[in-house]
């Protein structure tokens, strides 16, 4: 990815590889984060991406000012919010969320309730401050024995290792503890990696 021409960068809506997050802060360009911005089955409600911006050397998102008829919360599975710094799914409502799909109600309910609340899918924190950040997405949360284990945190801490190009994580059936941990590994050109130097790291 060559960004030595590069003046501002979007990225959306999936959280950039910290290898090439690092390439955009180092080419000097403005770093735009659109955090809000979902992909669902055929089409993307980029029409609501304002939501959250975020800028280079800022881990967090906030909403911009100006956006006062755009609200926010994180809500559990039964639509009540949840304290400050909860991971739980993002709900959006206001003047730039779509009004539904284009000729389907069915995928248009499940999204968007009757009270106008846009069901994004993305887990999110959000903090008492205003900010707040993706964690991961509701359909790729790994349930292992009970615990609840985002991909990102998994593909994060193998990307750190030198010889990790990128990293994808995701769950597999297991019938004893609902689900176990599988990882795809991406080696930087050259590099080589055995079972056991993995599980050492």
Known sequence: MELSDQV??????AALFPEKDAQVVDSGA???????????GKTMTS?????FYSFQG????????GLLSVKAKVVDNDGRMVPMGTPEELWIRGYSVMLGYWDDAKETRQFIGPDGWVRTGDQFVLLEDG???IVGRIKEMIFRAGDKIFPKDIEDFFTEHPDVLEAQAFGVPDTKIGEEICVFLKLRDGATLTEGDVSNY
């Open 58 to 65: 800022i881990p967090y998102a906030k909403p911009p000012t």
């Open 8 to 13: 501002i960068s979007f990225t959306a809506p």
């Open 131 to 133: 900010y707040g950040k």
């Open 30 to 40: 403005i770093r735009v984060t659109v955090r809000q911005g979902v992909m669902r």
């Open 47 to 51: 029409a609501k991406g304002r939501t």
